[in-house]
């Protein structure tokens, strides 16, 4: 049985959708685990969640894990598949708090082997473009992609979003 | 039978060619639709548009549509397949006429579904790179994303370009 | 047998962890050729070949060629793969140069269709972002992806890499 996914992708290369569809495939219902830190000042952040709920619809449960992610997997790992969304805001508010986010993420590796109940990962791709001239951007996408490869070590599945459909990243019948 | 395919990736990764290369299979000759706004200062556009067509060669008949994408499909169903290079391109031209794009893209879904003849797009992958720090880009790669999302659902077959050569992206014969 | 393959993908994708695999594959040794130009003050870049370096382990005789690759390749043309990390550090070696990149280009890939040994190429998606403002970042990004064209098509293998894992893109086995 397929326990733990990654779907990764550009902004609006519809992973969230795609997430949402696996998550709600087993049963209909599923726990939706949102990372965003909400500042109250932050107009398209708030667009984009309320977005995000209204297309959900019925049939999710909300938790909200900023920063403690592995202890959100441990307290809703039960019935429902889970959905993160997403890593890369997660790893986000790591860098913001100045967290030690290699650890959290090595942390968060094992977590994802512990779980019984699956868990579709969302997470973006930010290493496709021209090198970013801030230095701090170029760290955030070095960390970026770091992490998008221990989890997808650690998961089952990994699919590339392109243009809303599925491109299948692993396991891969290909001979590399 | 394949009636309309889009073809995305990211800058210089091929898609025109390999879009030429589609629309002259059936029968060597082939309707060319450039959407670019041709303004008269803008050196690299015409350079690029030159070296499009000088590679493109004979077999091509040229039409122009910044704007009315809807009316140039309309007017050019015929025998021959069409060539849209490229949706960015378009939508960019509606974001600077402040137009109803969202409304604008609907439309274009709509007359994909009416077409006859083949229609090959073009579009462009832009949300792979680090969140941009304008608040202007970050709307257009919203905005961009969400026509490739539109367009991929309304087209039989949506391919990505990678360094010149075609990922399938849909059809795809992977169960997700 | 297969004799040349590109690695291509955003930054922190895997690239060259899966080249360098794909390198040691046949016996064990190889040879990496290093395309950075070290500068003194640079200190990110240093930081990032003592990782590679760390990472790679025993097996490896290093060259270094940050112009010279043609000749970097003639020079190792014997019984061991190479893996050349990486060509978008090459090209912009050149680019700083002045030199004529694209003739550079034209020439590697001559050389490529010359070697008897295996050698592996590593290559970055620059292209997937919001197309840049600046003038010189737009000119190295066509560059690289009109550099990615013409090694893809001398190569007898081509592979994306995706959060650590290779999509195949060369030889492909769906009729486009």
Chains 1, 2, 3 share one sequence.
């Not at 795609?18 to 949102?34: H, Q, T, V």
């Not at 049939?59 to 889970?82: K, N, Q, T």
């Not at 579709?120 to 170029?138: D, H, K, T, W, Y």
Request: proline share 4%; net charge neutral; glycine share 6%.
């Amino acid at each position: 049985m397929t326990r733990s996914i990654l779907i990764t992708g550009g902004a609006r290369s519809g992973k969230s959708r795609l997430a949402e569809r696996r998550a709600l495939a087993p049963c209909g219902r599923a726990i939706y685990i949102a990372t965003a830190e909400i500042y109250e000042d932050d107009v398209e952040m708030a667009a984009r969640i309320a977005e995000h709920r209204a297309r959900r619809g019925d049939g999710w449960r909300d938790l909200h894990a900023p920063r403690d992610l592995g202890a959100a997997l441990r307290a809703s790992d039960g019935d429902l598949p889970r959905l993160v969304d997403c890593l890369t805001l997660w790893l986000t508010n790591l860098l913001l708090a100045e967290a030690d986010w290699r650890a959290e993420v090595q942390a968060l590796v094992q977590e994802i082997a512990r779980q019984r109940a699956p868990v579709i990962f969302v997470s973006n791709e930010v290493g496709a473009g021209i090198v970013p001239e801030n230095r701090l951007a170029r760290s955030f996408r070095d960390a970026a992609g770091w992490m998008n490869q221990a989890v997808a070590e650690a998961c089952d599945e990994v699919w590339l979003a392109v243009a809303g459909y599925p491109v299948k990243v692993k396991p891969n019948e290909h001979t590399f």
